[in-house]
């Protein structure tokens, strides 16, 4: 089972990771000039060298975040492990969807690249560097099916977390496999997710997991 200093430090992490994500956001999205979807190469240049500053704040920002989330995601694999036993193969499966979540968030940031070399780099380079974000974007939403999936399963397996969380996890996966929306359950579901599962986790052992803990230390 996590200590009292580890459940808290899994809150800290995920109040980290949530807060930074939004504030990386909010620096590259609101603090910068706008730019079309379909904006051409030589705009998207245009774009990063009115904007350097916020794009490489907003991006180191949202990245360190993403760190945030997989300090939080090794906090949460512990408790699920102890919960789990056997060969822990949905905690291993969990943090792997964390973790591949969290680097494709990190590579997601690619116009700092184009920020940091705004000097040198070229239209072609920048456009391709902004775009490719799009894929990253996608390899995250998909990776938190995993985190999300597993997760559900122990909830009904071994109560780790409430079954009632269990539902709602797996109902934000199942929106993140849908392509047309499932941004929504990247962008809204797993910020909240992360902040109650912190929540519940900060409130201890719960349930068959105290019992059984204490039935193995007896």
């Known amino acids: 089972m996590l200590t009292r200093f580890e459940r808290i430090s899994a809150l800290t992490a995920a109040v980290l990771a949530v807060g930074l994500w939004i504030a990386g956001l909010v620096t590259t999205q609101a603090l910068t000039t706008g730019l079309s979807d379909k904006a051409t190469d030589a705009q998207v240049l245009a774009w990063v060298h009115g904007n350097k500053n916020p794009i490489i704040l907003g991006s180191w920002l949202f990245m360190i975040g993403c760190i945030a989330f997989v300090c939080f995601a090794g906090l949460l694999r512990s408790r699920l492990a102890a919960a789990e036993a056997g060969d822990r193969t949905f905690s291993t499966i969990a943090?792997?969807?964390?973790?591949?979540?969290?680097?494709?968030?990190?590579?997601?940031?690619?116009?700092?690249?184009?920020?940091?070399?705004a000097d040198s780099v070229s239209a072609a380079t920048a456009g391709t560097l902004h775009r490719g974000g799009d894929v990253m974007f996608v390899g995250s939403e998909l990776s938190i099916v995993l985190l999300l999936g597993a997760v559900a399963v122990l909830a009904f397996r071994t109560a780790v977390v409430p079954r009632w969380w269990g539902i709602l996890g797996a109902l934000v996966a199942v929106v993140a496999l849908v392509g047309p929306i499932g941004w929504a359950a990247l962008i809204f579901g797993l910020p909240v997710w992360t902040l109650v599962t912190a929540v519940l986790l900060a409130r201890g052992p719960r349930g068959r997991v105290a019992r059984a803990a204490a039935a193995a230390t007896a």
């Open 95 to 117: 943090f792997a969807g964390a973790v591949m979540a969290a680097a494709f968030g990190i590579a997601g940031q690619s116009d700092i690249a184009s920020a940091i070399n």
